[in-house]
């Protein structure tokens, strides 16, 4: 199993260049299934949620080529690939539990192959180990839509004969996954949707630009009410994966905990506005630029700031751990509340053995900020909890070797070579 070394203590100074959003990709990919012509994704980020689900998609019949190139081109590509979908033939709506089990957003292949197909048997999820994170938002909203469903030896079966009927469906709590599922069932559905508490992250809003290429009607994405108008068939688009909002964060809070100059190429700082807000309260500088972000912190110590993740656009669940690393060099105490998962303190006990004080208090930490970490071997548990020993491995004093990265290919693009670009001293140890 690959490991990554990094010899902490650098600035990091430079470029990285952003990656086209997982988070987004991933939905995006998935509305190729409710057309027959072909969607055309650019700037697709190369990672193994990427590649996990074009198999999961292949196993649908979804053909694809990559960069002009058809077949198995992993590696292709660069920093952004232009991808082609095309679901001429549906050959199987059954998502299989050996596919699912290893991504939790492959689930949301239920929506599209129910609208199109009038059936769906996908396996319960898996993923990453964050909590419990159950399926009764899908059933229920899909449900409303005029679905029957049955749970019944792990998968969910669904069928609507007679196509999906539009309804109005109240979120019972923000789902970011829920959302972009109903709002693509109810693209294909009979008449008019209403979805209120949807979910307004930016990957949202991505998808709903997508769809509108596709010849869909929908209003007020990006709101927590979106308004959708069936229509009886889509068709291919060309659309742009928006900038990875949580690589941008993570490098920021690097810069921002190692000290440094470096220009996040192509960032957007709107789709995190709440975190930049935060990390240039830790004492960093924030400027947006032509080019993107530039983030800066020389000399200044960190000051301590308390977060509390909240969906969008509050500050998100996914720079959760990061920002905690951030706050373990600080000059003082924080406080961090988790709100959206339960179970999203893994990094805590891997952080410490870096020399951070951390104490747990149900779902808040607090972080008693030390004067500097010193470098040990760490294990990477979730995606997110991996990159914050990343980040805080580039702060410590001395080697930190972190095991089990294949966490961290699930989601970030080239991250040794985009910080060993910066200045950092970091590799991955095959095997
Ligand atoms: C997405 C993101 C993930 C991010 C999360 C929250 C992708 C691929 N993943 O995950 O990186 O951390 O949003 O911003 O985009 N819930 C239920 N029942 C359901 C569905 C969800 O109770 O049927 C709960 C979850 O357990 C969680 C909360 O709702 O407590 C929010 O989860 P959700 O927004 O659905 O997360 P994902 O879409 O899985």
Same mark, same amino acid.
């Given at each position: 199993?690959?490991?990554?070394?990094?010899?902490?203590?650098?600035?990091?100074?430079?470029?990285?260049?952003?990656?086209?959003?997982?988070?987004?990709?991933?939905?995006?990919?998935?509305?190729?299934?409710?057309?027959?012509?072909?969607?055309?994704?650019?700037?697709?980020?190369?990672?193994?949620?990427?590649?996990?689900?074009?198999?999961?998609?292949?196993?649908?019949?979804?053909?694809?080529?990559?960069?002009?190139?058809?077949?198995?081109?992993?590696?292709?590509?660069?920093?952004?690939?232009?991808?082609?979908?095309?679901?001429?033939?549906?050959?199987?709506?059954?998502?299989?539990?050996?596919?699912?089990?290893?991504?939790?957003?492959?689930?949301?292949?239920?929506?599209?192959?129910?609208?199109?197909?009038?059936?769906?048997?996908?396996?319960?999820?898996?993923?990453? =180990?964050?909590?419990?994170?159950? %399926?009764?938002?899908?059933? *229920?909203? !899909?449900?409303?839509? @005029? +679905?029957? #469903?049955?749970?019944?030896?792990?998968?969910?079966?669904?069928?609507?004969?007679?196509?999906?009927?539009?309804?109005?469906?109240?979120?019972?709590?923000?789902?970011?996954?829920?959302?972009?599922?109903?709002?693509?069932?109810?693209?294909?559905?009979?008449?008019?949707?209403?979805?209120?508490? =949807?979910?307004?992250?930016?990957? %949202?809003?991505?998808?709903? *630009?997508? !769809?509108?290429?596709? @010849? +869909?009607? #929908?209003?007020?994405?990006?709101?927590?009410?979106?308004?959708?108008?069936?229509?009886?068939?889509?068709?291919?688009?060309?659309?742009?994966?928006?900038?990875?909002?949580?690589?941008?964060?993570?490098?920021?809070?690097?810069?921002?905990?190692?000290?440094?100059?470096?220009?996040?190429?192509? =960032?957007?700082?709107?789709?995190?506005?709440?975190?930049?807000?935060?990390?240039?309260?830790?004492?960093?500088?924030?400027?947006?630029?032509?080019?993107?972000?530039?983030?800066?912190?020389?000399?200044?110590?960190?000051?301590?700031?308390?977060?509390?993740?909240?969906?969008?656009?509050?500050?998100?669940?996914?720079?959760?751990?990061?920002?905690?690393?951030?706050?373990?060099?600080?000059?003082?105490?924080?406080?961090?509340?988790?709100?959206?998962?339960?179970?999203?303190?893994?990094?805590?006990?891997?952080?410490?053995?870096?020399?951070?004080?951390?104490?747990?208090?149900?779902?808040?930490?607090?972080?008693?900020?030390?004067?500097?970490?010193?470098?040990?071997?760490?294990?990477?548990?979730?995606?997110?909890?991996?990159?914050?020993?990343?980040?805080?491995?580039?702060?410590?004093?001395?080697?930190?070797?972190?095991?089990?990265?294949?966490?961290?290919?699930?989601?970030?693009?080239?991250?040794?070579?985009?910080?060993?670009?910066?200045?950092?001293?970091?590799?991955?140890?095959?095997?």
């Amino acid at each position: 199993m690959d490991r990554i070394r990094i010899v902490g203590g650098n600035q990091l100074s430079g470029t990285i260049p952003i990656s086209g959003a997982k988070n987004a990709a991933l939905p995006l990919m998935i509305a190729s299934l409710l057309t027959s012509q072909t969607l055309t994704l650019e700037n697709v980020p190369h990672l193994a949620d990427v590649e996990q689900l074009i198999r999961i998609l292949g196993n649908h019949g979804v053909d694809y080529s990559v960069n002009g190139k058809r077949g198995h081109q992993n590696g292709v590509g660069g920093y952004s690939r232009t991808i082609n979908f095309t679901a001429a033939n549906i050959v199987d709506t059954t998502a299989p539990y050996e596919l699912v089990s290893k991504m939790r957003a492959s689930f949301w292949v239920v929506g599209p192959l129910l609208a199109r197909m009038g059936v769906a048997k996908v396996s319960l999820p898996g993923g990453c =180990a964050i909590g419990t994170r159950p %399926v009764d938002l899908f059933i *229920d909203g !899909l449900q409303k839509l @005029g +679905a029957e #469903i049955d749970v019944d030896t792990g998968y969910v079966v669904a069928s609507a004969k007679n196509r999906l009927r539009g309804d109005r469906y109240v979120f019972p709590k923000v789902s970011v996954g829920a959302t972009h599922v109903l709002m693509m069932a109810a693209t294909l559905a009979r008449g008019e949707t209403v979805l209120e508490n =949807a979910a307004r992250e930016p990957e %949202v809003v991505n998808l709903a *630009d997508c !769809l509108i290429a596709m @010849g +869909a009607t #929908i209003h007020g994405a990006g709101t927590s009410t979106i308004t959708i108008q069936g229509v009886d068939e889509l068709t291919g688009a060309d659309v742009r994966v928006i900038p990875d909002r949580i690589e941008t964060g993570t490098y920021a809070m690097a810069v921002a905990m190692t000290g440094g100059d470096v220009l996040l190429e192509g =960032a957007q700082p709107d789709l995190l506005q709440a975190a930049l807000d935060v990390i240039g309260r830790t004492g960093a500088e924030i400027t947006p630029t032509n080019a993107g972000i530039r983030v800066r912190r020389n000399g200044a110590g960190i000051t301590p700031v308390d977060v509390t993740t909240e969906p969008f656009p509050g500050f998100p669940t996914d720079l959760q751990a990061q920002f905690m690393g951030l706050m373990t060099m600080s000059k003082g105490k924080s406080r961090i509340t988790e709100t959206i998962f339960e179970n999203r303190f893994m990094h805590v006990q891997e952080l410490a053995r870096l020399g951070a004080h951390i104490t747990l208090s149900g779902q808040t930490a607090i972080v008693e900020g030390v004067g500097k970490l010193k470098g040990a071997p760490v294990m990477a548990t979730d995606l997110r909890a991996s990159v914050s020993l990343v980040i805080a491995g580039l702060a410590a004093e001395g080697e930190t070797m972190v095991n089990r990265v294949y966490h961290l290919d699930r989601g970030f693009e080239r991250l040794e070579e985009k910080l060993s670009g910066c200045g950092a001293v970091i590799e991955r140890i095959s095997g």
